[in-house]
Each structure stands twice: as structure tokens, then as C-alpha cells.
């Protein structure tokens, strides 16, 4: 990305937070129900006339049923629907989210399950974070994707390279640049027209394989290729040095002292920060991980778009030498909340997960805090997907402290915090 899209991604956000204060409901289903209700009712009144004018004056900034336009670039934050418009920048976050639209520059997609049909072109970058990931579109800059399952179809066009992290990847279509990835399983059955460096569980050369630069591989086993397949630059395989059973022996393990050590002083001081927050704090900073609960998709869509721009605008912002100390500052405030966010993640968790055992109980916030920071530990060791746990607990939480902070008064967890919900 250049400076310009940075600057104009900034922007976005900020039109996009200036405005989503009064129209937040119109991200959500309800809104079209509202619509429609509106349409088939009784003429409109002087401050439905109003509000008209108002919009007539500000062309800038459009609000739909389903999707938030601002300038060119749209916002979506839903559960299942097939976006198939013409715009700049797509910012997606759903849960069955279904793309054939065109994109002149980047989309950034976030769900379960994200489809991006053969109809559907991007003339940028991809970035896609999903349980299941499916390419069968044509995109001209580079994919960046973490998922669980990350598919590019026969068909697929990538003219640029793939970096990312998934368990099982399976790419049969044309792509252009190199391949950086990690995964549990890779499955090779297309084209690509430069290296290929992958660390796996598994590696699988099809028949239609076809590497035209070198194949690196780290692996505890050897690459099963088909005679078929084709590598036209040299092969190397490396066994990861952690499968040596005399390392794990000596202490490399999970349960080595030294792992115990610092992972037990990692979960107490979390827990103590989180502490403190929540004593000093009372009511302003349970609200958070009470709006993640009461609207997860929401503050998963915000995290998302606070996640990529803010430290892309924060360094943007070290680059141009009269906002260096704006962009540090900037950066330091982000890694504060990146740091806290993984906390309201947690603590939403926990909290779930008492209320769910303990119907009726309403659970302590400092043992929602504990459960939550335990169980994110333990889940994140996970090969492969403790980093995308990881990943949705930052963006979770980032969304969290996004909509407190839109929310004023706290309108949406007044009384304190609420029941979570995940669906």
C-alpha cells in the first residue's frame, strides 16, 4: 500500500466512527426489517423529511439496510449475505459472507465462511481471516490468508504471492508470485510461478503441480509427490529441529520448567493488570467485554478495521517527519490496547462459560478474567490454530474498547454488564 491508501483508510475510519454513532442499528439485519416496515407504512413525517434534507446535504456518507458506504468504500457487518456491487475498498465481516462483486483496490474479509466466487475480481490485496476460505476469483495483488481451511480453486487467479497460516491449505489454482506459508497440511495441485516456502505437517504434490521456482520445505516427513508434478528450481527438505526427542528430553517441552516459569508469570501478571483495571475502573471498564458480549459480530467487524488500519495509519504517521511523535505515540497506544484487548476477550469468555454452567449466578468479573486468560492459554498452544485464536481475541477485544467508547454513556450495558451471548 502507498501513502495515499493509507491516508484514505484513516480516513474512512474516522467517517466510518463519526457515523456509525446514530446509525448503528443499519448495520445489522433489523435494519432492512425496519425498512421495509417503513416503506409500507403511513407517509413520512416532518423529521423523516428532515432527515432527508440532512442526507441530501452529506452525499458523502450512504447508509443501507446491510452495508455502511462511506465514499467508496463499503463496510459490511452481517451474518449471511452475497455482496455483488462495484466499489473501491471492501471491509467484510459475517458469518457466512458470500463475495462476487468487483473491487478495484483491497478487500478485507473476515467470517466462518468466506466464499469468493469465480464472478468476483479484486484489483488489489486480499486479506481473508475465516474458519473456511474459498478462492475462485481473480485477484491481481498478493492473498494474505489465516484460516482453518484456506482453498484456492481450479480456476483461481493470485498475480501475486500468498503469505499466511492455516491447517490445512489446498491450492489448485494459478498463482503468480511466491508461497510463504505454515500449515498442517498443504495440498499443491495448481501453479506457481516462484518459490515456494512452506512449513507443514504434510506436504502433497499433485499431478498438475507445476513450481517454477524452488520448493523449500520444513517437515517432520518426507513430501509425498506425484510423478506427475513438475519443480523446475531445486528441492529442500528440513526436519524441524523441535521433533529431536533428545531436546524434548532436556527440557524443550511444554511442561519444562523453564516454559512453566514464564507461562505461569505471563497468566499472573495478566491477571493482576486485569485486576487492577477492573478495581479502579468499576463499571467503565467491565464495558468492553459487556458490549462484546451483547454484540459480538459488531465488535468483531470494528476490531477487524481498527486492527488493520490504525497501526498502518500510526506508522504512516512516523514516516512523515512532522507527525513523528503523533505516530509514536499513536503505535504506544495501540500496543496498550492490543494488550488489554486480549483481557476483554478473555473475560468475555469466562464470563460465558459461567453463566453457561452456573445458570442464574452472576459471575464474579475477576473469576471471568481468570477462567477466560486460562482458557486462552491453553488454546492458543494449539499448532497451527492458537495464532488464529490468538488473532480473534484481538480483534474481539479490540472491538470491544471500540464500542465502549462509541457507546458514551454506555447505553448498551446499562445496569452493568449483561448475559453474553455467542452464537
Same mark, same amino acid.
Given at each position: 500500500?502507498?501513502?495515499?491508501?493509507?491516508?484514505?483508510?484513516?480516513?474512512?475510519?474516522?467517517?466510518?466512527?463519526?457515523?456509525?454513532?446514530?446509525?448503528?442499528?443499519?448495520?445489522?439485519?433489523?435494519?432492512?426489517?425496519?425498512?421495509?416496515?417503513?416503506?409500507?407504512?403511513?407517509?413520512?413525517?416532518?423529521?423523516?423529511?428532515?432527515?432527508?434534507?440532512?442526507?441530501?446535504?452529506?452525499?458523502?456518507?450512504?447508509?443501507?439496510?446491510?452495508?455502511?458506504?462511506?465514499?467508496?468504500?463499503?463496510?459490511?457487518?452481517?451474518?449471511?449475505?452475497?455482496? $455483488?456491487?462495484?466499489?473501491?475498498?471492501?471491509?467484510?465481516?459475517?458469518?457466512?459472507?458470500?463475495?462476487?462483486?468487483?473491487?478495484?483496490?483491497?478487500?478485507?474479509?473476515?467470517? $466462518?465462511?468466506?466464499?469468493?466466487?469465480?464472478?468476483?475480481?479484486? @484489483?488489489? !490485496?486480499?486479506?481473508?481471516?475465516?474458519?473456511?476460505?474459498?478462492?475462485?476469483?481473480?485477484?491481481?495483488?498478493?492473498?494474505?490468508?489465516?484460516?482453518?481451511?484456506?482453498?484456492?480453486?481450479?480456476?483461481?487467479?493470485?498475480?501475486?504471492?500468498?503469505?499466511g497460516a492455516s491447517a490445512i491449505a489446498i491450492l489448485d489454482g494459478n498463482i503468480g508470485g511466491p508461497v510463504n506459508? $505454515?500449515?498442517?497440511?498443504?495440498?499443491?495441485?495448481?501453479?506457481?510461478?516462484?518459490?515456494?516456502?512452506?512449513?507443514?505437517?504434510?506436504?502433497?504434490?499433485?499431478?498438475?503441480?507445476?513450481?517454477?521456482? !524452488?520448493?523449500?520445505?520444513?517437515?517432520?516427513?518426507?513430501?509425498?509427490?506425484?510423478?506427475?508434478?513438475?519443480?523446475?528450481?531445486?528441492?529442500?527438505?528440513?526436519?524441524?529441529?523441535?521433533?529431536?526427542?533428545?531436546?524434548?528430553?532436556? @527440557?524443550?517441552?511444554?511442561?519444562?520448567?523453564?516454559?512453566?516459569?514464564?507461562?505461569?508469570?505471563?497468566?499472573?501478571?495478566?491477571?493482576?493488570?486485569?485486576?487492577?483495571?477492573l478495581a479502579i475502573g468499576g463499571e467503565t471498564a467491565r464495558r468492553p467485554a459487556a458490549c462484546l458480549a451483547e454484540?459480538?459480530?459488531?465488535?468483531?467487524?470494528?476490531?477487524?478495521?481498527v486492527a488493520v488500519v490504525f497501526p498502518a495509519a500510526a506508522i504512516l504517521a512516523m514516516i512523515l517527519l512532522v507527525?513523528?511523535?503523533?505516530?509514536?505515540?499513536?503505535?504506544?497506544?495501540?500496543?496498550?490496547?492490543?494488550?488489554?484487548?486480549?483481557?476483554?476477550?478473555?473475560?468475555?469468555?469466562?464470563?460465558?462459560?459461567?453463566?453457561?454452567?452456573?445458570?442464574?449466578?452472576?459471575?464474579?468479573?475477576?473469576?471471568?478474567?481468570?477462567?477466560?486468560?486460562?482458557?486462552?492459554?491453553?488454546?492458543?498452544?494449539?499448532?497451527?490454530?492458537?495464532?488464529?485464536?490468538?488473532?480473534?481475541?484481538?480483534?474481539?477485544?479490540?472491538?470491544?474498547?471500540?464500542?465502549?467508547?462509541?457507546?458514551?454513556?454506555?447505553?448498551?450495558?446499562?445496569?452493568?454488564?449483561?448475559?453474553?451471548?455467542?452464537?
Amino acid at each position: 500500500m502507498n501513502s495515499g491508501r493509507f491516508i484514505r483508510l484513516l480516513v474512512l475510519l474516522a467517517a466510518a466512527a463519526a457515523t456509525a454513532g446514530g446509525a448503528a442499528p443499519l448495520l445489522h439485519a433489523e435494519a432492512s426489517q425496519e425498512a421495509g416496515s417503513e416503506s409500507t407504512s403511513s407517509p413520512p413525517s416532518g423529521a423523516q423529511v428532515a432527515q432527508s434534507s440532512q442526507d441530501q446535504q452529506e452525499p458523502e456518507v450512504e447508509l443501507f439496510p446491510e452495508r455502511h458506504r462511506v465514499g467508496n468504500t463499503v463496510f459490511i457487518f452481517n451474518d449471511v449475505f452475497d455482496f $455483488s456491487g462495484v466499489v473501491n475498498d471492501l471491509f467484510v465481516w459475517g458469518w457466512l459472507p458470500t463475495i462476487s462483486g468487483e473491487i478495484s483496490d483491497n478487500a478485507f474479509l473476515g467470517g $466462518s465462511k468466506v466464499d469468493l466466487t469465480a464472478d468476483a475480481s479484486i @484489483g488489489g !490485496d486480499l486479506f481473508i481471516f475465516a474458519q473456511t476460505a474459498s478462492i475462485e476469483g481473480q485477484i491481481v495483488g498478493d492473498v494474505y490468508g489465516f484460516a482453518n481451511e484456506l482453498r484456492v480453486a481450479e480456476g483461481a487467479v493470485v498475480g501475486g504471492a500468498i503469505y499466511g497460516a492455516s491447517a490445512i491449505a489446498i491450492l489448485d489454482g494459478n498463482i503468480g508470485g511466491p508461497v510463504n506459508f $505454515s500449515s498442517g497440511s498443504v495440498m499443491i495441485n495448481g501453479t506457481v510461478r516462484g518459490d515456494v516456502w512452506i512449513e507443514c505437517g504434510e506436504l502433497t504434490l499433485g499431478p498438475n503441480a507445476v513450481i517454477e521456482g !524452488d520448493l523449500r520445505y520444513e517437515s517432520a516427513r518426507p513430501a509425498t509427490i506425484d510423478p506427475g508434478a513438475r519443480v523446475l528450481g531445486d528441492t529442500r527438505h528440513d526436519v524441524p529441529q523441535d521433533d529431536d526427542e533428545e531436546a524434548a528430553a532436556a @527440557g524443550s517441552g511444554w511442561f519444562s520448567a523453564r516454559n512453566l516459569l514464564w507461562n505461569g508469570w505471563w497468566l499472573l501478571s495478566s491477571f493482576i493488570v486485569g485486576a487492577v483495571a477492573l478495581a479502579i475502573g468499576g463499571e467503565t471498564a467491565r464495558r468492553p467485554a459487556a458490549c462484546l458480549a451483547e454484540q459480538p459480530a459488531l465488535g468483531l467487524g470494528f476490531g477487524f478495521v481498527v486492527a488493520v488500519v490504525f497501526p498502518a495509519a500510526a506508522i504512516l504517521a512516523m514516516i512523515l517527519l512532522v507527525t513523528i511523535p503523533l505516530g509514536v505515540l499513536a503505535l504506544a497506544l495501540y500496543l496498550a490496547a492490543g494488550y488489554l484487548a486480549r483481557l476483554v476477550a478473555a473475560q468475555t469468555v469466562g464470563d460465558w462459560l459461567l453463566r453457561t454452567v452456573r445458570t442464574g449466578v452472576e459471575p464474579s468479573a475477576y473469576a471471568s478474567l481468570a477462567l477466560g486468560l486460562v482458557l486462552f492459554y491453553v488454546l492458543t498452544q494449539i499448532p497451527y490454530v492458537g495464532f488464529l485464536i490468538w488473532l480473534a481475541a484481538l480483534v474481539g477485544g479490540l472491538g470491544g474498547i471500540f464500542l465502549a467508547t462509541r457507546s458514551g454513556k454506555g447505553d448498551a450495558v446499562a445496569g452493568g454488564p449483561q448475559p453474553a451471548t455467542i452464537p
